[in-house]
């Protein structure tokens, strides 16, 4: 008989299946138990049939069943190696001579245990064996059966044709694992991927508070630093009353970063107040304006969060680089979208200003990005083309 093609003698199952639980992936708690006992089964069948097969002897027939039942015990160890231990083509010869002897062992004494040696044989085929090979060894070892049975009892039985049938039993069992090493695969897959998600979740949230941090501190201590710096060299050069007045501002400069710092504070914990009620919050100087435009309607919350935060950074920068200036905050509302300007009508040019990390429009930029926003930002106003500055922001509903 020509023996199958080796590319399609091993399944897709793991090698160490029949040897231990340590590389047999994905099994359940049934199928490691049967791991774990089938030496003590394959011992107590072997051992039976040893005790119950006759007649044994070392000549005539019971030399022929002493010669099967050694080839048959071998046949059966073969079940507790390690298949990796073998090549795909010795293991399917070794297999198939195990099926040969298995058949002819059953009609050498039907009433024996050395009947389970058959279909033994034949699920351990296709346990271990892809479809077509298992199915070529089950053939051979039930019509080694019946063909034995027919010559030593000169007639013909049918049953023997059914000790391959347990082939059916072994590929049922190795989809069922098969089936199972990919579930749990998927399941450590999901688990990666939902790491991943989590620490890209962390890496965005440190971002968030990186951002709140610059928005709050970094602003409040530069100014209240300039601020304090100025009045040590006023009151150096016994300019008293200008120094003292350095030091009110810092002190304004403090009230308002505490006042900021609320606001972060308000805006990490995901606690959101109105758009509207949130650019007044911010608009609280004698030179600023608040104006809407259209039917207003209430973005998400995020949305709120960030573009108070875009806004009180466009609002710091401008009471920096442009104090005493008109700033004006608009906020227009379409059935579409969201467009939200804040302008002051004087401020340096972007070209001519040095000063700042520009971590400010970093982090703009990157809030507009979070809710699917376009922010653009440069000097100029409608009124002036020349001067000013203007940031502008537009988000879809």
Same mark, same amino acid.
């Given at each position: ?22 590389? /047999? ?19 107590? !069948? @072997? ?14 027939? =019971?030399? /022929? ?24 083509? @010795?293991?399917? @010869? ?52 019946? !063909? ?9 039985? /049918?049953? #023997? ?8 039993? =072994?590929? %049922? ?13 998927? !399941? ?36 209240? &630093? $300039? ?13 008293? *009353?200008?120094?003292?007045?350095? @030091?009110? %501002?810092?002190? =304004?400069? !403090? ?10 504070? /308000? ?44 806004? +009180? ?21 379409? #059935? ?7 302008? &002051? ?5 972007? *070209?001519?200003?040095? +000063?700042?990390?520009? $971590? ?11 809710? =699917? ?22 988000? #879809?509903?």
């Amino acid at each position: 008989m020509r023996a199958p093609k080796l590319s399609r003698l091993s399944p897709p199952v793991p090698s160490s299946g029949f040897v231990g639980t340590e590389g /047999y992936v994905g099994t359940g708690l049934a199928d490691t138990t049967m791991i774990r006992l089938m030496p003590l089964i394959n011992l107590a !069948v @072997v051992v039976w049939a040893w005790f119950t097969v006759a007649p044994l002897g070392f000549s005539g027939a =019971g030399l /022929y069943g002493l010669i099967l039942m050694v080839l048959g015990t071998f046949g059966m160890s073969l079940r507790l190696l390690d298949p990796a231990t073998l090549t795909d083509r @010795v293991r399917f @010869v070794a297999t198939l001579g195990a099926g040969i002897v298995a058949g002819l062992l059953f009609a050498f004494d039907p009433t024996s245990a050395a009947t389970a040696f058959a279909p033994i044989v034949a699920g351990t085929a296709g346990f271990r064996f892809s479809a077509i090979p298992a199915i070529v060894i089950a053939g051979v070892t039930s019509a080694t059966a019946f !063909v034995a049975m027919a010559v030593k009892f000169d007639g013909t039985s /049918y049953y #023997p044709l059914l000790v391959g049938l347990a082939v059916l039993i =072994g590929m %049922t069992r190795r989809d069922r694992s098969e089936a199972m090493r990919l579930a749990r695969e998927k !399941v450590e897959q999901t688990d990666r991927a939902i790491a991943s998600e989590s620490r890209a979740q962390v890496l965005a949230e440190r971002a968030r508070v990186a951002r709140e941090i610059h928005d709050v501190l970094a602003h409040s201590l530069s100014g209240v &630093n $300039m601020q304090l710096n100025l009045a040590d060299a006023l009151l150096e050069d016994g300019r008293a *009353e200008d120094g003292r007045q350095a @030091v009110r %501002t810092a002190q =304004g400069m !403090v009230a308002d970063g505490l006042v900021e710092a609320r606001r972060a504070v /308000y805006a990490l914990r995901e606690e959101s107040r109105g758009l509207v009620a949130s650019m007044v919050s911010l608009v609280t100087g004698d030179d600023e304006t608040l104006s809407t435009d259209g039917d207003p309607w209430e973005p998400a919350p995020d949305v709120v969060a960030h573009l108070t935060r875009i806004v +009180g950074e466009a609002l710091t920068n401008a009471r920096r680089h442009a104090s005493g200036a008109p700033i004006s905050v608009a906020l227009e509302f379409a #059935p579409d979208r969201l467009r939200v300007s804040v302008v &002051n009508d004087r401020a340096t040019h972007a *070209e001519e200003f040095t +000063g700042g990390s520009g $971590m400010g429009l970093i982090g703009m930029r990157e809030r507009a990005a979070e809710i =699917g926003a376009s922010l653009t930002t440069g000097p100029g106003t409608a009124a002036d083309p020349d001067a000013g500055w203007t940031v502008t922001i537009e988000v #879809p509903r």
